[in-house]
Structure formats: structure tokens, C-alpha cells
T-cell receptor, first 113, second 112 residues
Framework: AQSVTQPDIHITVSEGASLELRCNYSYGATPYLFWYVQSPGQGLQLLLKYFSGDTLVQGIKGFEAEFKRSQSSFNLRKPSVHWSDAAEYFC???????????FGSGTRLLVRP | NAGVTQTPKFQVLKTGQSMTLQCAQD?????MYWYRQDPGMGLRLIYYSASEGTTDKGEVPNGYNVSRLNKREFSLRLESAAPSQTSVYFCASNTGVEAEQYFGPGTRLTVT
């Protein structure tokens, strides 16, 4: 079955600390992978995406993610978190001809001053 | 260029009432989607339209109908609202399998 797992429901980090949000997927075809961010009361904004090529992809706001096929993972990282990064983060996978995305359940990031 | 727009932003319905959520995109995208978002469950696909003139069920279609009115507009209808349909509804669009989906701001629906 196709699925996306984000094992951490909440993560709290101090401002300036590094961040890693985990994402594991199960997908039958070649996966296209996405990370979205949602601020409270807002829609979803794309942070970055992976289709092919270099397995380390750079996104907006200083985020990056690494695709590891052997581990079926696409973890999101940021070297130094800012208070404005507090939000909910969603990992998603797609890639078949239906164009659908499957979303994880999200990780809520809290940032301590 | 407004992107994806949704109306209304908020709605309160009584059980059994009907309503239509409207979605429009001005990016000339072929594909459009309706999701619902519930706490701890991420986004779940209700219906999608891969191209104008086609619609297909997603993961949670029961209790909903859709209409792809033209290339720009994709509406979601609740014929007889139930409390279980209390949720935040998002519309999204994209141009195909390799393109990211662009999301509207959402409609917060409460059914009492």
C-alpha cells in the first residue's frame, strides 16, 4: 500500500538549533517527493521537491532534504531554526499517472526562544 | 495572478443542509484536487480532476460530489451535511505528475 509516515507528531527545538524532520514512504513506482509547510490558518506552501538527479535538494527558507532510496526516506533539515519556522510540516509522495499526492500526517514544529 | 482561490472562507451548517464549496485557479493548470484536513490525519484526497471533463474518487469520497465546471473551476458539494464533515477543506491544482500542487487558503466548515 502507498503511504507516508511522519513519526514525530510534535518537535520542539530552541531557536538557532539544527532541525531534522523525518519522513518515510512506501510507494510502488518511482517516487516524486515533496515537503510543504503550513502556518496556522493558512494553506500549504511548497518548501522543496525531489524528482530525480542529485539526492540532496535545496528549498526555500534555508531548508534542504535528502532522498535515500535504500531507506525509503526523505528527511527535511535546517542548520539553524528561526522562530518564524514554527509551523506544521507535511511530507508527500506522488508520481503515478493519476497525479495524486499522498500526504503524511504532519509534524508540528515548536521553537523555543 | 491570484493562484488558487476558495469561497467561502468559513461556513457553519446544520446537519442535513447542503452547500457548495467553490474553487478557481488562474494558472491554466489541467489538474485540480479537493482535500480535507483533520487534526492528526494530514490531508486526505476527496476527489480529483486530472483534466477538464474528468473526475475521479480519492480516498474519502463518501458524502461529496464534484463538478469540473471548466478548466478554471472545480466545485465540491455536500448534499446532506453531517457532523463528521466538519473539517478544513483545501483545493489544489497542478499541471501534471511532475509538478507540485498549489493550494488555496482553505474553507473551514463546521456542521452542527
Amino acid at each position: 500500500a502507498q503511504s507516508v509516515t511522519q513519526p514525530d507528531i510534535h518537535i520542539t527545538v530552541s531557536e538557532g538549533a539544527s532541525l531534522e524532520l523525518r519522513c518515510n514512504y512506501s510507494y510502488g513506482a518511482t517516487p516524486y517527493l515533496f515537503w510543504y509547510v503550513q502556518s496556522p490558518g493558512q494553506g500549504l506552501q511548497l518548501l522543496l521537491k525531489y524528482f530525480s538527479g542529485d539526492t540532496l535538494v535545496q528549498g526555500i527558507k534555508g531548508f534542504e532534504a535528502e532522498f535515500k532510496r535504500s531507506q525509503s526516506s526523505f528527511n527535511l533539515r535546517k542548520p539553524s531554526v528561526h522562530w518564524s519556522d514554527a509551523a506544521e510540516y507535511f511530507c508527500a509522495v506522488g508520481g503515478d499517472s493519476s497525479y495524486k499526492l499522498i500526504f503524511g500526517s504532519g509534524t508540528r514544529l515548536l521553537v523555543r526562544p | 495572478n491570484a493562484g488558487v482561490t476558495q469561497t467561502p472562507k468559513f461556513q457553519v451548517l446544520k446537519t442535513g443542509q447542503s452547500m457548495t464549496l467553490q474553487c478557481a485557479q488562474d494558472m491554466n493548470h489541467n489538474s485540480m484536487y479537493w482535500y480535507r484536513q483533520d487534526p492528526g490525519m494530514g490531508l486526505r484526497l476527496i476527489y480529483y480532476s486530472a483534466s477538464e471533463g474528468t473526475t475521479d474518487k480519492g480516498e474519502v469520497p463518501n458524502g461529496y460530489n464534484v463538478s469540473r465546471l471548466n478548466k478554471r473551476e472545480f466545485s465540491l458539494r455536500l448534499e446532506s451535511a453531517a457532523p463528521s464533515q466538519t473539517s478544513v477543506y483545501f483545493c489544489a491544482s497542478n499541471t501534471g505528475v511532475e509538478a507540485e500542487q498549489y493550494f488555496g487558503p482553505g474553507t473551514r466548515l463546521t456542521v452542527t
